[in-house]
């Protein structure tokens, strides 16, 4: 909304409140927090085992089966306990990410094939090995399988990632598909468009979904309903559509020529590509994660409070889960995602329900694939401990604004102040590049609010709603009993408005409320300057090179430079995922980090460099195999300064000293 003086008027028909005004939280007296009701409890691991989990599954007994990335098959007994019991079942697999159980037998999905095993002699250790199929490899690293998810029928749905050659490629057969595959090794392909497709299964409704990762034609993280003969996005997937069981026609090349330039948003190519399956729901990068996992359904309001039929999604970069509610509208998934429970010790890659039904098992890596959670594997339980916490159970549309819906009746005064919410939309590119930045930013004009008599919901009339765009919709209610949102804030996919009265009752003023259409990243300041300046006559006094390593590390781990000299570094990014480089003063790594974690929607355009005074210098971000130098003067006080990429969640592992001498 437009920096507005504040005026409201009240009427007495319904609880109804016309204003306008600037965002203003309303004073809040208590702050609660996630590890209030939700608590998390790491298995105790033996010493020696490397549970890099790749999978979690339960048999009727009660056991977890846990196959891990270096080959390992693990019977966990007594999982729930203090003191779990482990047995290695099997050995030998190669980096399997999924299993599933079923009449007696497990099956696993690894890099080249789907394998079925079971213990025949009931020994403990699996001795019989079934290969149901096997796709080809190339050998490149970047050739990871999940699955298999069962179908009603007892057939299996398994997804292939794309290779990795400085963008996503199919560089064989079915990569960046969904197959559908049964007990006898038949093949159907199901739906391509596919990236990094880790997470997939079913809603509380029996529909498949699958969670998708930023990178190459992927703006952001999202979470996409996929139906027979969809095309998600990726056009890798489309060179292998004129193979027999194909259920699509479309073609590489008529995807791959869309021109880049033109900015466009995906669900603006629907009409030129109508396989195209936009997301139901987004997960906005670097607010809410880096890359979405997997995910499970709430079944029932005794797991984790008053949200049966919800989902929750993992988040590997981030150690965390987020909460989703979907809604179909107009015969179109939608919804909305909210943060649900940070802090695990590692990289949450795999979900499942525990034999109790109420303690959630997170299966953990942060090999190669750094994480906020420094554990380097693992498995995390989490519990709720009964007690409700003050959120916004769902976002739902409507024809001309959102009906929030509250887990506690709202406090009266707060929720009809108007200046407590706050609507601002976006959306990103659709382009080859890797990732997007925010474009089309709009904040929204509220023209009125409509509190419930029973204080659960609050409908928001909202000017300019705009279909295909991520609505960040924020609220500083109290409940009754004085307690602000554990999570105040959801981000609503607006794939369909509801039929309807589109007007919000405008009061006046200014609705556009663009901040641009793009990033301004790369703007040079004097803390990013990219030409030799031109009192230089003799040129920099030293000359750096700094690229990457796999595992989100800088390649140098130290740097050292005289003091007062004058610098030309060359930055490489050499990974497959965004970069750049931040010099700070010493010590500083950690908290400037942190704050790039906390820009929120401002990010995209500060390159992920917060603006604070122990940020000495800096690179654009850098895509995949792009470069940069910057020019600039060393301090002259000696010391171990640091260099650090700042891009949320790498500063973690990936930085290294600058020695001033």
């Keep these: 909304m437009k920096n507005l003086k504040s005026s409201c008027f009240y009427f007495m028909t319904g609880v109804i409140i016309f204003c306008s005004g600037v965002w203003n939280v309303h004073a809040q007296s ?33 056991d977890l089966m846990v196959p891990t990335r270096r080959g390992e098959v693990w019977r966990i007994s007594n999982p729930g306990s203090n003191d ?66 069962f179908l009603p029928n007892g057939e299996m749905l398994v997804t292939l990632n794309l290779s990795w050659i400085g963008q996503g490629a199919s560089l064989t057969k079915w990569r960046g598909w969904m197959l559908q595959i049964s007990e006898d090794g038949e093949i159907t392909p199901y739906a391509t468009g596919l990236r990094s497709p880790i997470g997939f299964g ?16 992927i703006g952001s993280g999202w979470m996409t309903h996929l139906e027979r003969g969809d095309f998600a996005g990726n056009p890798e997937g489309l060179k292998w559509t004129h193979l027999e069981g194909s259920p699509l026609d479309l073609t590489f090349e008529e995807v791959n020529r869309l021109d880049d330039s033109s900015e466009r948003p995906l669900f603006e190519y629907k009409e030129q590509i109508p396989e195209l399956k ?36 993992g988040d590997q970069g981030h150690s965390k889960i987020l909460r989703v509610y979907q809604e179909k509208v107009k015969g179109e998934y939608q919804g909305v995602s909210f943060g649900f429970r940070e802090g695990f010790s590692s990289g949450v890659i795999k979900l499942a329900w525990g034999p109790d039904n109420q303690t959630l098992y997170t299966g953990m890596t942060n090999r190669g694939w750094s994480s906020t959670g420094q554990a380097p594997f693992g498995i995390d339980r989490m519990r709720w401990n009964g007690q409700i916490p ?15 819906t509250f887990t506690k009746p709202v406090d009266f005064e ?30 929204k004009t509220i023209t009125r609010v409509d509190v419930s008599e029973d204080r659960q919901s609050v409908r928001l009339y909202v000017d300019g709603l705009r279909e295909g765009y991520i609505n960040e919709v924020r609220s500083g209610v109290e409940s009754n009993e004085g307690n602000t949102l554990l999570h105040p804030v959801g981000y609503y996919t607006l794939n369909n408005l509801p039929d309807g009265n589109r007007s919000a009752m405008v009061t006046g003023g200014d609705t556009d409320g663009s901040s641009g259409s793009g990033s301004d990243e790369a703007s040079e300041t004097s803390k990013r300057v990219t030409d030799m300046p031109a009192d230089w006559s003799q040129g920099p006094d030293q000359t750096l090179q700094l690229g990457t390593q796999p595992g989100l590390r800088f390649d140098r781990e130290e740097m050292t430079v005289e003091a007062g000299s004058k610098i030309a570094l060359t930055f490489s990014n050499e990974d497959d995922m965004l970069h750049n480089v931040v010099i700070v003063e010493p010590g500083a790594a950690d908290p400037v980090g942190s704050q790039a974690m906390q820009l929120g929607l401002e990010g995209d355009a500060l390159g992920y460099v917060p603006q604070m005074e122990e940020v ?7 895509e995949p195999n792009e470069s940069e130098t910057i020019y600039f003067q060393v301090p002259d006080t000696p010391g171990d300064y640091q260099f650090v990429c700042t891009f949320p969640g790498h500063h973690i592992t990936m930085r290294g000293i600058l020695r001033v001498i």
């Design 30 to 62: 208590s702050s609660p927090s996630e590890s209030d009701y939700y608590s998390i409890d790491p298995m105790p691991v033996p010493e020696g085992i490397i549970l890099e989990a790749g999978g979690l599954a339960f048999d009727e007994n009660g």
């Design 84 to 149: 779990p019991s482990f047995n290695r079942f099997a050995q030998g697999f190669h980096e399997p990410l999924g299993i599933n159980y079923r009449n007696h037998a497990w099956y696993i999905t690894q890099r080249g094939d789907l394998t079925k095993i079971e213990d025949r002699n009931n020994d403990g250790k699996a001795d019989w090995f079934k290969t149901i199929y096997r796709w080809p490899l190339t050998g490149n690293y970047h050739e990871y399988s999940y699955g298999p998810e």
């Design 202 to 217: 079913f809603n509380a409704e029996g529909d498949i979904f699958y969670t998708e990762n930023q990178g190459d034609w």
């Design 278 to 313: 936009p997301p139901a729901v987004w997960f906005p990068h670097t607010i809410q994660g880096i890359s979405t996992s997997d995910f499970v359904v709430i079944e029932n309001d005794n797991q984790v409070g008053p949200f049966a039929g919800q989902l929750l999604v």
């Design 390 to 404: 003050f959120e916004m159970k769902m976002i739902q549309a409507e024809s001309n604004g959102f009906t929030l």
């Design 414 to 443: 707060s929720a009809a102040n108007i200046n407590n919410y706050q609507v601002t939309d976006f959306i990103y590119i659709y382009h080859r590049k890797y990732g997007s930045p925010v474009i089309n930013r709009q904040d």
């Design 616 to 622: 000495l210098f800096h690179t654009s971000l850098l």
